[in-house]
């Protein structure tokens, strides 16, 4: 079964630092998306990404956050310059139609971020 | 805007008895309403999902959950559990409107007594 790969499954770094989280999303999807659980918090949306652009994000993605997709597999999410509020672990998803609501989401495993 | 609670933070059940893991949401509208499965190590894999049609939604591993528009309700069930079946649940539910979001509940951690 097609799946969405995420690496590194964990990552340390130290407070300041700049983090990239890496995700495969499944080959014939075209929407994707990052979301975010801190420990013991919900998962919530961070963004949403078609056609080389965001599509939406929310309040949580700010000018630290940025998405990129550098070639026709990868799907990234950069931090710039990482706060300890930012360890959580991240989600990437994809889908192959937009709109959350009637199309289906295949999520990753996720990618542990720990700040120090 | 909408919202979705799970008010059982922790349910532990013993194999092979029922279960029942309640969800709430708030959304003006006909929502969008998922239950979302995650086992240690792993994703976020989906067990069912409603959009329109029938209230009651067979899911993945014997699973089913009821729409239930009066009591803004989506509880997911389960007749009889099996010890791989300790996870965290999570209830969603998305605007019909949104590109891309799914509001998330805090989930519920299941345990299963042997």
């Known amino acids: 079964e097609p799946e969405v790969t995420q690496t590194p499954s964990h990552q340390v770094t130290q407070m300041g630092q700049e983090v990239i989280l890496r995700c495969v999303p499944i080959s014939n999807h075209l929407y994707f998306y990052w979301y975010r659980q801190i420990l013991g918090q919900k998962v919530e949306f961070l963004v949403s990404f078609y056609n080389n652009e965001i599509s939406e994000k929310s309040e949580i993605f700010d000018d630290q956050f940025s998405v990129e997709r550098p070639d026709g597999s990868n799907f990234t999410l950069k931090i710039r310059s990482t706060k300890l509020e930012d360890s959580a672990m991240y989600f990437c998803?994809?889908?192959?139609?937009?709109?959350?609501?009637?199309?289906?989401?295949?999520f990753g495993a996720g990618s542990r971020l720990t700040v120090l | 805007a909408q919202s979705v609670t799970q008010p059982d933070i922790h349910i532990t059940v013993s194999e092979g008895a029922s279960l029942e893991l309640r969800c709430n949401y708030s959304?003006?509208?006909?929502?969008?309403l998922f239950w979302y499965v995650q086992s240690p190590g792993q994703g976020l894999q989906l067990l069912l999902k409603y959009f329109s049609g029938d209230t009651l939604v067979q899911g993945i591993k014997g699973f089913e959950a009821e729409f239930k528009r009066s009591q803004s309700s989506f509880n997911l069930r389960k007749p009889s559990v099996h010890w791989s079946d300790a996870a965290e649940y999570f209830c969603?539910?998305?605007?019909?409107?949104?590109?891309?979001?799914?509001?998330f509940g805090s989930g519920t951690r299941l345990s299963i007594r042997p």
């Open positions: 969603a539910v998305a605007a019909y409107s949104s590109a891309s979001k799914i509001i």
């Open positions: 998803a994809s889908s192959e139609a937009p709109g959350a609501g009637a199309n289906v989401l295949t």
């Open positions: 959304y003006g509208a006909t929502p969008y």
